[in-house]
T-cell receptor
Framework: SQTIHQWPATLVQPVGSPLSLECTVE??????LYWYRQAAGRGLQLLFY??????ISSEVPQNLSASRPQDRQFILSSKKLLLSDSGFYLC????????????FGEGSWLTVV | AQSVTQLGSHVSVSEGALVLLRCNYS??????LFWYVQYPNQGLQLLLK??????LVKGINGFEAEFKKSETSFHLTKPSAHMSDAAEYFC????????????FGRGTSLIVHP
């Protein structure tokens, strides 16, 4: 069966520091990979998605970047965090093609202080 | 392009009462529709999805949703609420062609009173 792992679960970082959130998927090949951010009362905001190694689509221009160095690995990064980057970050995956379920990781709480 | 609107950011029901969470969608082509549930501090998990087979879709935990094309709706229901149903619920739509990345609604928080 497929599993998705996301870490760290909780992170407190000072303004201006770098960020790296990692996500790996097991049990499938060539998945679509996603990074979402969730802020209170604002639902899910799609940040990045990837349909293959090295292929990243950015949905919202901002202080963050994403990379997919391996087929089942997805990394969310920032060089310098802002207070507004605080939130709950969710990694997810799905099979390629329309109508497929998106499967979410457990999420990472980021607090920028 | 597609969009989804969830009516009501909060819905409050008594334990044992009917649960009705509303979702309306906009789609230029036949859609795929999903309901997800999120418990506190967790990721989302799939409750059910519509993929153009039966219009009445049954999901986990006693939930079901009915696809009504004429009303562009996909409301989620459960006959009798349980305390454990208290969570955030998200409706999502994706297209059958073109960019099929799902669009999520803003979510509805279900509160269940004893």
């Amino acid at each position: 069966s497929q599993t998705i792992h996301q870490w760290p679960a909780t992170l407190v970082q000072p303004v201006g520091s770098p960020l790296s959130l990692e996500c790996t998927v097991e049990g499938t090949s060539n998945p679509n990979l996603y990074w979402y951010r969730q802020a209170a009362g604002r639902g899910l905001q799609l940040l990045f998605y990837s349909v293959g190694i090295g292929q990243i689509s950015s949905e919202v221009p901002q202080n963050l970047s994403a990379s997919r160095p391996q087929d089942r690995q997805f990394i969310l990064s920032s060089k310098k965090l802002l207070l507004s980057d605080s939130g709950f970050y969710l990694c997810a995956w799905s099979l390629q093609g329309p109508g497929n379920t998106i499967y979410f990781g457990e999420g990472s709480w980021l607090t920028v202080v | 392009a597609q969009s989804v609107t969830q009516l009501g950011s909060h819905v409050s029901v008594s334990e044992g009462a009917l649960v009705l969470l509303r979702c309306n969608y906009s789609s230029s082509v036949p859609p795929y529709l999903f309901w997800y549930v999120q418990y506190p501090n967790q990721g989302l998990q799939l409750l059910l999805k519509y993929t153009s087979a039966a219009t009445l879709v049954k999901g986990i935990n006693g939930f079901e949703a009915e696809f009504k094309k004429s009303e562009t709706s996909f409301h989620l229901t459960k006959p009798s609420a349980h305390m454990s149903d208290a969570a955030e619920y998200f409706c999502a739509v994706s297209l059958s062609g073109g960019s099929y990345i799902p669009t999520f609604g803003r979510g509805t928080s279900l509160i269940v009173h004893p």
